[in-house]
């Protein structure tokens, strides 16, 4: 990691879904610049993001500052996380720009898992688009799905948590929220629409 440079990202992103992150990832509270993931450079992904697939994992104390992810025809796009499992999100940043289709968002594409997912103390200035009529675009997560836990004969949904978060990006739907499909707790959490900023100062 590095606080200075810019160099451009062209590797594969970390994680699968037959080989998922499941450590630690803790950046320190350094930024990483210019995030370029495209269909171009990388074609054939579906899950897009510096993380493309997480599972049980916990990512903190990251910035990412003038990414560019612009990916057609992938399952779930994110700044940070294209899909997480069963993974907590604490601390981290997006500026820049994330573009692709199914669930789409500035931070994380979906997270699954319910109150096992989290996303906390952390927030998103990423102009956030879809590249297809029908997609699931959120400021910080494009689809948050719950957890079913069965209780007798009954099952019931556990939502996961957004908490002290927010997203002062754009949205190329105009409002959609911190999050745009699924459901979520959300506690001490905001948006600041329709403010162009796409890189630190």
Do not use: W
């Not at 697939?53 to 996380?81: E, F, P």
């Not at 573009?99 to 699954?112: A, C, F, M, Q, R």
């Not at 996303?119 to 990423?126: E, F, G, M, Q, T």
């Amino acid at each position: 990691l590095s606080s200075a440079a810019s160099d451009v990202y062209k590797r594969q992103p970390i994680g699968t879904m037959e080989t998922p992150f499941k450590g630690t990832f803790d950046g320190r509270g350094f930024t990483i610049h210019g995030l370029t993931i495209t269909s171009e450079l990388l074609p054939s992904l579906s899950y897009v993001g510096l993380f493309g697939y997480t599972n049980g994992a916990i990512i903190r104390n990251v910035t990412l500052d003038l990414i560019n992810i612009d990916y057609s025809g992938s399952t779930s796009v994110g700044g940070l996380v294209g899909t997480g499992v069963n993974t907590k999100i604490y601390d981290c940043a997006t500026y820049g720009s994330v573009k692709g289709d199914g669930s789409i968002g500035g931070i994380v594409g979906s997270l699954t898992g319910g109150d096992d997912s989290t996303l906390s103390h952390s927030y998103s200035y990423a102009k956030v688009e879809y590249l297809s009529s029908s997609n699931s675009v959120g400021g910080l997560v494009g689809y948050f799905e719950e957890r079913d836990v069965a209780v007798g004969r009954f099952t019931i949904k556990i939502p996961g948590t957004i908490s002290n978060s927010f997203f002062a990006g754009i949205t190329s739907t105009n409002y959609s929220g911190l999050y745009a499909d699924g459901n979520a707790n959300i506690s001490n959490s905001y948006t600041i629409n329709s403010v162009s900023y796409t890189h630190l100062t």
